[in-house]
């Protein structure tokens, strides 16, 4: 039977299209003067847009419509022309409910499903009420789990949800430290050179513009430092407020956010890597974040990961990690000490680089300053180069392919061998002067060569011949045994099946 948006709906959209419109609705009003319209002919372009948006919101409720099928997700939609689309279940990966503070009053929820491989969200519902949605999102889970209904034909009750982790108000806390957006740091390159000039005459009648700009400098610097770090900071509390991941049999569910809320679901099916992310100041306090990437779209991320575990301590979210993907302790190799030294070289030039770029700055324009100052990069190049080799590893396990790199955003990718895509050996030119390659291993929900896939950099290229042979024939291994287990599987239901059970149901010598 199909079902249609909530009627709550209609105003909202037109609402929110009237927001979208609202600069053209402003220039028409202000702007009625130079084109001769009076002012009621303005008001009534006004109006009419508005009731344009309004009726075009309601032909819209009208004509969609959508129906959970047991095998799809249908719609039919479409005001001018009539799209329908069948979305089967068994492809969908995500269903993401969404409602921000406006929405929540209004009582509406946004429906997304997302599927793998997507780009994009496979379809929206805008918007249904909060049971409706509940309604949905535990009746696809159930439908893609194979659960039967029972003897009255209602739904089977929904499984126990385990709690896995909950946030608490200092892990809130420390997410607001430590999650400052280091991307924001470069608005210091960018504000300085322009407030550099008011700045030698902002500091009180001192006659020498350098010394005033010396001292200037820092303050601002530190100024731009602290509010950067107050914005990334109070974005992630807000975004995290309430955290709660909890496992239902083979997914993980999670709810978040106080201004707008996010929920989800993680299928553990869909796993392709595990993410561990660690900057300088968490990695200082002992605590990390854990991503769990799955193959395709995942809204509000932009990529194909999720939340898992927003901040804890190391133990809890390496626990979190073993209980979606088990796998042994890591001991990390590090790359050739000859890498360091080709790190070394690189920073040096660039230190160099920005030595020549500051004379030039000082010598060609009018812009004086103490450029011979850039000279204090150099030592920072030996230093920048040990820390970044230092950070640098990777592991083989015996199940799963595991690498880290980064020294200011730490991060270690755990990769099972059976979710890999592809194993590819490269080397650059300045890499092969050194013998030197990287491997990387690529899945299915990583952004390929230039994404954030697992990669071994700078290695021994003997041994980055080795790994890719290793990765690849413990991936065939775990194709072998994932293709056994089906047919086992397959032998079991059919045997179940001659016996009048059902498949799916558990064999007497079942645990």
């Given amino acids: 039977m199909s079902e249609r948006l909530s009627p709550l709906s209609v105003g909202y959209r037109a609402l929110e299209t009237a927001g979208r419109l609202g600069w053209i609705l402003i220039f028409v009003t202000f702007g009625s003067t130079q084109a001769g319209l009076q002012t009621w002919q303005a008001a009534l372009l006004v109006v009419g847009g508005l009731l344009a948006a309004g009726l075009y919101q309601l032909v819209y409720w009208q004509r969609f419509e959508y129906e959970l099928t047991p095998d799809t997700f249908d719609i039919r939609s479409g005001v001018f022309s009539r799209r329908t689309r069948e979305i ?17 009053a209004f009582g509406l929820t946004e429906v997304r499903l ?35 209904e029972t003897a009255d034909g209602e739904p089977a009750p929904e499984p126990e949800a385990e709690l896995l982790f909950a946030v608490t108000p200092r892990e809130l806390l420390v997410l607001g430290v430590v999650s400052v957006d280091l991307r924001l740091l470069s608005l210091v390159t960018v504000v300085l050179p322009i407030l550099a000039p008011s700045m030698t005459t902002g500091f009180g009648p001192m006659q020498d513009p350098l010394l005033a700009l010396v001292l200037g400098a820092p303050v601002l610097a530190v100024f731009i430092v602290v509010t950067a770090a107050l914005i990334s900071g109070l974005y992630s509390v807000t975004n995290y407020w309430g955290f709660e991941l909890r496992r239902v049999e083979d997914e993980l569910r999670y709810d978040r956010g106080l201004l707008q809320r996010f929920s989800g679901t993680i299928p553990l099916s ?33 990529s194909g990961s999720q939340s898992a575990v927003p901040i804890a301590e190391r133990d809890r979210v390496l626990a979190l990690a073993r209980s979606v993907e088990s796998f042994e302790e890591v001991t990390f190799e590090r790359p050739p000490k000859r890498a360091r030294l080709r790190y070394v070289v690189r920073y040096t ?25 850039a000279f204090g990069l150099l030592p920072l190049a030996p230093v920048g180069a040990h820390l970044k080799w230092r950070n640098l590893g990777y592991a083989l396990l015996e199940d799963h392919f595991v690498a880290r790199g980064g020294f200011w955003s730490r991060e270690t990718r755990i990769v099972p061998y059976y979710r890999v895509q592809t194993v590819i050996e490269s080397a650059t030119v300045f890499q092969r002067r050194r013998d030197l390659a990287t491997l990387v291993v690529d899945t299915a929900g990583s952004g390929g060569l230039t994404g954030s896939d697992a990669r071994a950099l700078d290695i021994d290229a003997d041994r980055a011949v080795e790994l890719r042979a290793l990765v690849e024939e413990r991936l065939q291994r775990a194709l072998d045994e994932a293709r056994a287990d089906r047919r086992r599987r397959r032998l079991v239901d059919l045997q179940r099946t001659d016996t009048g059970g059902f498949a799916g149901d558990p064999s007497p010598g079942d645990d």
């Fill in 114 to 148: 997302e599927t793998a491989g997507g780009s994009d969200t496979e379809a929206q519902l805008r918007f249904v009420t909060e049971a409706e949605a509940e309604r949905l999102r535990r009746e696809i889970s159930r439908l893609k789990r194979g659960t039967t």
């Fill in 270 to 302: 869909k796993v392709q890597a595990l993410a561990l992310s660690e900057n300088v100041l968490a990695r200082r306090l002992g605590y990390a974040s854990l991503s769990v990437e799955t193959a395709g779209y995942a809204p509000g991320e932009g």
């Fill in 349 to 373: 030039a660039v230190a160099l680089l920005a030595v020549v770029a500051a004379y030039a700055v000082n010598r060609f324009t009018g812009f004086t300053f103490a450029w011979y100052l």
């Fill in 88 to 104: 089967p279940l068994r492809r969908v990966q995500n269903v993401d409910l969404q409602r921000n503070v406006l929405q929540r």
